[in-house]
């Protein structure tokens, strides 16, 4: 497809967050809309992500459109290739793949208060439209680690969001930098094929069981039977994973029964005393995110695995030198150091009424919304997964349909009320994010005792959201129409401000 000139709404990205929004508007009948993809497939942040052992640590029965459920998933977490294939299915399926114009990356979007439009650049030429809804996500671009020397590297090096499958691992010496979600799956694979895996360790993480299953036949073809069936276990996962909420949000030492299972993980795993002491966390359970794994321990208590926890001091062209002044000799470094969160690019890339960018209204207060969704300043704006919606306990799809349901009764409104623009009052901003950051006080990720990449450089979490989930669907159940500033649509339609 060609980038139209002018659209009603434009969607930024292909993943979860577009797929959900195209299909939602599409039934709304709000067709005008366009999806632009920088990349030349759907599928996001699972298009991204092919590192050896991919998969998704939420049960896929969440972790997938509450109105496209898979019966076919092979078992309860599934691999980055069949959640891959998912969406590719789902953008068939509502017939999307036409919608989407691929290869095609916004490069700036200014909002043009007379015409009450967003008038946007991108790779592929200019398109004008009434709203702007980024489905961009939180975990998409790969944060390099800066290290003395890394750009000196003469073997192969690469994050793990850019896994470089032209580079094969057999025999060779392989160092991976990080021990977060990434790389508790990347490491057992490794393991198998190098003949030598360093694995730095900058902080242990806490690794409980991952009670995996794959499903036979015959429940798969109950689940494609009897949808109801799949309708009960994606409610009893979702509750499952909401009784998480009060160690993570309330009272962190609910979280002590998982910190034991995740300590005879270790015990099981790992015999050797200093080596259980090295992997055991310092912080409460739930301050960095829960990694699930059976695989991970066994891998790092292998023979030819070397946990390297003395920090990092440079990487020469052939090796990695630790602070201790050791020389580790690599031939490949995996770098999985995880993402830009807090301060998230599509923020560079927007500008508002008063001629600043997202990121610049972001810089001195950290990043804020307006029920994670809408920014004062910048009208007719709605991102999904914005400030304060992520999770550390369940499915972000979830999230996601929550703000589409907020975004069509805001369209919604807009159609029935003539307005030509919405922009949430600085006031209900303020009193919104000093609730969030009141609740956050209570939670692990404040105060379980370590940094994360859910916190901002002035300590704030602006990540992620401090209570139940179903909490947050409630309240953007209904636009808030009476906590914005709407404007009248003008005389000059969207339509004719494309000259
Ligand atoms: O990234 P991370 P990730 N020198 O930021 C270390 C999602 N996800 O890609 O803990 C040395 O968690 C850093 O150390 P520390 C999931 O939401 C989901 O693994 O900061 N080390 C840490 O160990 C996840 O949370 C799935 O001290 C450095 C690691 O690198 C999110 O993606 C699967 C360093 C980064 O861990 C990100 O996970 C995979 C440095 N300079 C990912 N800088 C699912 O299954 C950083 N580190 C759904």
Not at 52 to 64: E, F, H, K, T, W
Not at 234 to 242: L, M, N, Q, S, V
Not at 338 to 366: C, K, S
Not at 379 to 385: A, D, G, Q
């Amino acid at each position: 497809m060609r980038l139209p000139q002018r659209v009603d709404h434009l969607i930024v990205g292909s993943g979860f967050a577009g797929l959900c929004t195209a299909i939602k508007l599409t039934e709304d009948g709000e067709t005008d809309f366009v999806v632009i993809e920088k990349a030349d497939d759907v599928g996001g942040t699972w298009r991204d992500n092919t590192y050896p052992g991919a998969c998704c640590d939420v049960p896929s029965q969440l972790y997938s459109f509450s109105f496209a459920r898979n019966p076919e998933w092979s078992s309860s977490y599934s691999p980055q290739s069949e959640i891959w294939a998912y969406l590719q299915q789902v953008a068939r399926d509502f017939d999307l793949t036409d919608r989407i114009v691929f290869g095609t990356e916004l490069v700036q979007a200014t909002w043009d208060d007379d015409a009450q439009v967003w008038r946007c650049r991108t790779t592929a030429g200019e398109v004008v439209a009434r709203t702007l809804i980024t489905g961009t996500g939180g975990l998409s671009e790969p944060r390099l680690p800066a290290i003395d020397g890394i750009e000196t590297f003469q073997g192969a090096l690469f994050h793990s969001a850019r896994w470089d499958h032209s580079v094969d691992l057999i025999g060779k010496r392989v160092a991976v930098i990080g021990t977060g979600a990434s790389a508790i799956q990347i490491v057992p694979e490794v393991q198998q094929v190098a003949a030598h895996l360093d694995v730095y360790q900058r902080t242990a993480p806490w690794v409980i069981p991952r009670n995996d299953r794959r499903y036979p036949r015959l429940e798969r073809l109950a689940l494609r039977r009897v949808p109801a069936l799949a309708k009960l276990y994606r409610t009893g996962i979702y509750w499952a994973h909401e009784g998480y909420v009060p160690a993570f949000t309330w009272q962190p030492r609910l979280g002590a029964p998982a910190e034991k299972a995740a300590t005879i993980n270790i015990h099981k795993a790992i015999k050797d005393p200093d080596l259980r002491a090295k992997v055991t966390p310092t912080f409460r359970l739930g301050c960095k995110r829960v990694l699930r794994s059976n695989t991970y321990y066994p891998a790092i208590a292998s023979p030819n695995v070397d946990l390297v926890t003395d920090p990092i001091a440079r990487i020469t062209p052939t090796s990695v030198v630790t602070r201790d002044g050791v020389e580790h000799p690599v031939d490949v470094i995996v770098v999985a150091t995880g993402f830009w969160t807090t301060e998230l690019p599509i923020a560079e890339r927007i500008v508002g009424r008063q001629g600043r960018t997202l990121a610049e209204e972001w810089a001195d207060g950290g990043m804020s919304a307006y029920k994670g969704t809408t920014v004062h300043g910048f009208p007719n704006l709605f991102m999904m997964t914005g400030p304060n919606t992520g999770q550390g306990h369940t499915s972000v799809v979830f999230v996601i349909e929550s703000q589409v349901a907020y975004l069509r009764d805001a369209l919604r409104t807009m159609r029935e009320q003539g307005y030509g623009a919405v922009e949430p009052r600085a006031a209900a901003q303020r009193r919104w994010n000093a609730m969030v950051q009141r609740r956050m006080k209570h939670t692990v990720w404040n105060r379980g005792g370590c940094s994360s990449w859910y916190l901002d450089a002035h300590g704030r979490n602006t990540v992620l959201w401090p209570k139940a989930t179903f909490t947050f669907r409630r309240k953007l159940a209904r636009f808030d129409a009476d906590a914005y500033d709407a404007q009248a649509a003008r005389p000059t339609p969207a339509r004719e401000a494309v000259a």
